[in-house]
């Protein structure tokens, strides 16, 4: 997925404007407990990204990634299940999921995901690259209606989820219908994940999606658990 290929919310948030509301910071490191499960473990950076895990690990990971990118959902088929168990739940490594939103149903699937409560995140990007061709034509669908064009932005947003499927797929996943509301009323939000997209493509560079950082460096040519772990493992030593 390269870089030319983003349009930051391009369907439903064109008015939305580029300015933002402070981000909670990130609380300081833990050390290492033996144990522990760190899966349950979760801060927020200053730009508001989530990170899963022992803040102490030895190996930080970084994956900018868009919810709409096949490979995306291929990396994390073949790699989110044995990265969490052997090496996330044992303080090895730590997570943190930069969204590299590229496009109006990516906007509205990742604002949902960030309104969870933290401890499902990855289970709940598990089942959206699970399920992902599926509820992005759903959600291309909410365009055939004719007064479409004339929605409000909000409209817009509200009209792709419900076509997408998002209200039953984040009630089951036990997000309240009150719940589902208020985060898509939720205008800072909104404004931080589109912070967030501006600056994984356009302050960072990234060349395209999935793009993993290890302990702040690049790396490139990761499509699957065999390219990823080797490296986790060197990192390790």
Not at 147 to 172: I, L, N, P, W
Not at 226 to 235: F, Q
Request: glycine content about 6%; hydrophobic content about 45%; some cysteine.
């Amino acid at each position: 997925m390269t870089r030319s290929t983003f349009r930051l919310a391009a369907l439903l948030l064109a008015a939305t404007p580029l300015t933002f509301a402070a981000a909670t910071p990130a609380k300081p490191a833990a050390k290492p407990t033996a144990g522990a499960n760190w899966l349950a473990t979760v801060n927020r950076t200053a730009e508001g990204a989530l990170v899963i895990g022992n803040p102490a690990a030895k190996v930080k990971l970084v994956e900018y990634l868009s919810l709409t990118c096949p490979h995306c959902a291929m990396l994390s088929k073949e790699s989110l299940p044995a990265l969490q168990r052997d090496y996330i739940a044992k303080g090895l490594v730590s997570l943190e999921v930069r969204h590299a939103v590229r496009d109006g149903y990516d906007f509205v699937a990742s604002l949902l995901l960030r309104c969870e409560p933290p401890t499902r995140y990855l289970g709940s990007i598990e089942g959206l690259f699970a399920t992902q061709e599926d509820w992005m034509a759903k959600g291309a669908a909410a365009k055939n209606d004719a007064a479409f064009e004339a929605k409000s932005q909000d409209e817009k947003m509200a009209a792709v989820a419900k076509s997408a499927g998002f209200d039953t797929y984040f009630q089951k996943r036990g997000l309240s219908p009150k719940a589902y509301a208020a985060c898509m009323a939720n205008e800072p939000a909104k404004k931080q994940l589109a912070e967030m997209a501006g600056n994984a493509w356009q302050r960072d560079g990234i060349p395209g999606t999935p793009l993993i950082l290890i302990n702040g460096q690049r790396k490139e040519n990761v499509h699957g658990w065999s390219d990823l772990e080797p490296m986790i493992k060197a990192a390790l030593k």
